[in-house]
């Protein structure tokens, strides 16, 4: 261990002078590819110079494409610089650059890294591997693994990783004993993908599943053949440190699980080995915060117990139940083994194939991968008065167990450091215990720069409007206190100028400050006291906003003068300094005015307001009226005093006389007001008044009182008069609609007890029937006379008037028919009498229900019988299948019987 650290430190200080050092990541570093097949590489380094911005960039060696430059960082000004770069799965050379104004100051490349497949190896002794097995090395350059730490738990923090290629006996970090199945399986993955390969192995020799969960809860796993233990949290702790330093740093694919001799020779249970192994994925899951994919392989076979149904059981119960885990390889039937147990020469071939046909398409669909995390953030400040470590670097806030190292020792355990030159790298961990890095940063010669002069050229003190160049005596990395960054500047202000020099950390000196004096020149400043172009016979006032010392253009030295003229006006001032100042020119333009325009009306200016008068000006251009318009004649209809303006082309104006117009307002609109329905009958009226007591009435039909009594049909609307003579506008109209009554009626008898209306038009359905000028109930056509009297009767006609409402019109009532019941009828009458064309009436004075009917011949036999339901008017009988003869008809219901004799012919 203490070799490794030796030589990254010689690594580290070989590079101090470098312009520009690429520190993270380190060389063959392997970044876990994404879903797509496509990855991003960080990139962070240091440099000794001021750069404006940092370009990277990847070139293929092997597989991937190569991309164009893109920046990562723009005006770093930490020494630092932290960004990344996109790019296809593949193995490249990295190249980074340093610009500055435009131009490339200073590159840096790493010779090889990647975007691929991480895998982490766990489990016992097959996974682990051995030296001296006939295990085949990684051919392939692109295999790789972290080379400097080993250790069964002695160990008790991770250093940070070299990466190596994987050789025949290079042991695989944190715990794998060689390159064993691993590096034939690289050169498979990287032939077969085309992308390069990171392995981690945690794996530990005889150790079973249970000795794993015991371990992962701070226990010691037991070596079931040996009986010795780890140190306590082992062998899971190899697996966790995995997970929280390399796979968090580089990311990962999945879990490489193969183990299961041990706990086949100890007989583990069923239960015991699913739950268990269960328990240990879901927990690296936990203790990670990640969901990183489990691939297990079904293993167990043993030198004594060959294989164990239980094992693969439970180990095929995890695989097809658990989530996020795949089926790896089945390795029982690989015979190749140097005691029975191990895989030696061809074996471990054999079981490099089985693992890369378990790695297959559908596994890579599949499985999630889990991505890299970005390195940690620093700050820099600056601490002059500390000359021994005057920078003060800070990591970002939010994570644990801050570290600062040099690369071989730690510094301290603190968030912040102050530094002065060398190498340096933070290091932290999240609350789950991820570690994360700060990229390297190397400092070297002056981190505080000396501190520049300034040189003036002339004297420092004059008056406003003078000026003095200073200048620098350092040629570049400065700023002035103007914000200027060129050699000289030119002051012409009061102030304190100083001058900066800075480095590439930001670190800078001040120059002491040169104090510029400028004496005030006087304000020689010109106020008009109105506008300085107007038209003929007004002034302007030109006034000085200086109480002394004024020499104006015309020779007086008074604070103001009057001006009446055109021509240009300047003024100087002298104030106590002995500055002097002329004002600008101020120029005043005297114009002249146009004629007065005249005004004439096209008629009365007084009158209503449903007229107007047309206003009309003598002069027609530029122009404008009082109502803002400016054609030469304007239509007015409201009140007021019309004027017009004339301007010419000076802007002079001149006003017309004004008009007064005086504009009567009308009545207003009236409404009309029904005394009754606007829609009846013929012979009815309605009266229509005026809402508005006025001067006097126009309705439509000619009348002019303020009422109508109207009893025909027609549109009325009304308008009134004022004392002004002024009419209002019209009335709303409204409609009288007159319907025709019905027309005259008639009575006559139809029958032996029926009445009938024989209207001469039409009419309702429905009839009003007077007996003896008394209202009857029946309605209908024709109606039973039930006594004798005089009967009258009226038929109407509906209307649906425009409210929805009906309205019915009646006829006059009919003259009388008087209409005599014979008592020796009994209430009910057949015919005719005789039959003749075999159709015979029953007609009865009252109504009667469930009436049967039933003729009898003179024998007294029953001839033909008839049912009537309701005899309340007129029932027709069919007597065509009676022979000739004379019948007895018997009538009959519940309460009433008769006989008639009826002859059929």
């Known amino acids: 261990m203490k070799k490794v650290l030796v030589i990254l430190f010689l690594f580290v200080n070989s590079s101090v002078l470098a312009q520009l050092q690429i520190t993270f990541p ?37 597989g991937g494409a190569s991309t164009d430059w893109a920046t990562i960082n723009i005006n770093p000004n930490t020494g630092t610089f932290n960004g ?26 790493l010779d090889k890294v990647g975007i691929g497949e991480v895998f982490v190896i ?7 591997g051995y030296a001296g097995f006939g295990n085949p090395p990684a051919t392939d350059d692109r295999v790789n693994v972290v080379t400097n730490y080993y250790s069964f738990g002695q160990l008790p923090e991770v250093p940070y990783p070299v990466i190596g290629h994987l050789d025949e006996n290079t042991k695989i970090a944190p715990l794998g004993g060689s390159s064993w199945c691993w590096g034939r399986l690289g050169d498979l993955l990287t032939s077969k993908l085309g992308v390069p390969v990171l392995f981690f192995n945690t794996a530990m020799e005889s150790m079973s599943v249970e000795s794993w969960q015991v371990s992962a809860d701070g226990g010691r796993g037991y070596d079931y053949y040996s009986g010795n233990y780890a140190l306590p949290g082992y062998p899971y702790d190899n697996l966790r440190k995995s997970l929280y330093n390399y796979v968090n740093m580089f990311g990962a694919r999945a879990v490489l699980w193969h183990q299961g001799e041990t706990d086949s020779d100890k007989g583990t249970s069923y239960d015991v080995y699913r739950n268990t192994l269960q328990y240990l994925i879901q927990r690296s899951r936990t203790d990670s915060g990640k969901n990183l994919s489990w691939v297990v392989s079904k293993v167990s076979r043993t030198k004594d117990r060959a294989t164990s149904p239980t094992i693969l059981s439970a180990q095929e119960a995890v695989i097809v139940n658990y989530s996020n885990v795949f089926r790896g390889p089945e390795t029982d039937g690989i015979t190749t083994r140097i005691d029975g147990v191990h895989f030696f020469g061809q074996g471990l071939i054999d079981l490099a194939n089985a693992w890369n046909d378990k790695l297959n398409t559908d596994f890579f669909s599949r ?92 004297a420092t003190s004059f008056c406003d409007g003078g000026a003095v160049r200073l200048s620098t005596n350092v040629d570049e990395d400065f700023y002035w206190s103007t914000g200027a960054n060129t050699k000289s500047i030119v002051a012409n202000s009061a102030g304190s100028f100083t001058v900066t020099k800075f480095n590439y950390l930001g670190c800078s000196a001040v120059s002491e400050a040169t104090n510029i004096t400028v004496f005030p020149n006087p304000e020689a400043r010109i106020i008009a006291d109105g506008p300085t172009t107007f038209c003929q016979d007004k002034t302007v006032t030109l006034r000085s906003v200086a109480a002394n010392g004024n020499l104006w253009s015309t020779g007086q030295n008074t604070p103001s003068i009057t001006i009446g003229n055109s021509g240009d006006y300047t003024l100087k001032v002298k104030n106590e300094f002995g500055c002097e ?46 109502t803002g318009a400016s054609w030469y004649e304007i239509i007015v209809n409201q009140t007021g005093n019309y ?3 004339a301007t010419n082309t000076f802007g002079c104006q001149q006003v017309s006389e004004p008009v007064a117009v005086q504009v009567n307002p009308l009545p207003a609109k009236p409404t009309i007001f029904a005394s009754g329905p606007t829609t009846f009958c013929e012979g009815s009226s309605v009266i229509l008044t005026s809402s508005t007591s006025a001067n006097g009435y126009i309705w439509n039909n000619s009348t002019a009182a303020q009422t109508v009594n109207t009893s ?18 019209a009335s709303d109209e409204v409609q009288v609609d007159v319907k025709p009554n019905a027309q005259a009626i008639t009575v006559a008898k139809s029958g032996p007890y029926s009445l009938e209306a024989l209207p001469t038009g039409s009419v309702d359905s429905q009839f009003e029937w007077l007996k003896d000028g008394v209202r009857l109930s029946d309605t209908g056509k024709i109606i039973k006379g039930r006594s004798s009297g005089n009967y009258t009767v009226r038929g109407s006609i509906s209307y649906i008037v425009n409210t929805g409402a009906s309205l019915k019109c009646y006829s006059p009532y009919s003259a009388p028919l008087y209409y005599v019941i014979d008592p020796a009828d009994n209430g009910t009458i057949v015919f005719p009498n005789p039959v003749v064309d075999g159709l015979m009436n029953i007609e009865t004075l009252k109504d009667y229900t469930n009436v049967n009917v039933t003729f009898f011949d003179m024998k007294g036999n029953n001839a033909l019988a008839f049912y009537i339901g309701n005899l309340n008017t007129r029932q027709t009988l069919n007597l065509k299948n009676l022979a000739k003869g004379l019948y007895v008809v018997r009538i009959v219901s519940k309460d009433y019987q008769i006989q008639k004799r009826v002859i059929v012919e």
Do not use: H
Not at 597 to 603: E, I, K, Q, V
Not at 715 to 728: A, L
């Open 122 to 128: 766990a489990g016992q002794s097959n996974a682990m």
């Open 26 to 62: 380190m060389s063959r570093a392997v970044f876990q590819r994404n879903s797509s097949g496509g990855g991003v590489i960080p990139v962070a380094g240091s440099f000794q110079s001021k750069l404006d911005r940092v370009d990277a960039r990847v070139l293929a060696i092997n």
């Open 581 to 626: 100042t002329t004002s600008s020119k101020l120029t005043v333009k005297v114009n002249p005015k146009p004629a007065k325009p005249f005004l004439t009306a096209s008629g009365p200016t007084v009158f209503c307001a449903d007229a107007s008068v047309t206003l009309t000006s003598d002069v027609r251009e530029g122009i404008q009226w009082s």
């Open 367 to 458: 499985s999630t991968p889990v991505q890299a995390s970005a390195l940690v953030n620093f700050s820099v400040n600056c601490n002059v008065q500390n000359t021994g470590a005057p920078l003060n670097m800070s990591m970002q806030d939010g994570y644990i167990n801050y570290k600062w190292t040099n690369g071989s020792i730690d510094l301290n355990n603190n968030r912040n450091i102050a530094v002065g030159n060398g190498f340096f790298r933070g290091k932290v961990s999240d609350a789950l215990g991820n570690v994360y890095f700060t990229q390297g940063i190397n400092y070297s010669g002056e981190l505080i720069p000396g501190r520049p002069l300034i040189i003036p050229e002339s």
């Open 643 to 645: 004027s017009v303006t």
């Open 712 to 729: 025909t049909s027609g549109v009325f609307s009304v308008k009134t008069r004022n004392e002004n003579g002024c009419i209002s506008p």
């Open 84 to 109: 990344s770069i996109s790019a296809w799965g593949g193995w490249y050379q990295l190249e980074v650059r340093g610009i500055k104004n435009q131009q490339i100051v200073t590159t840096a490349v």
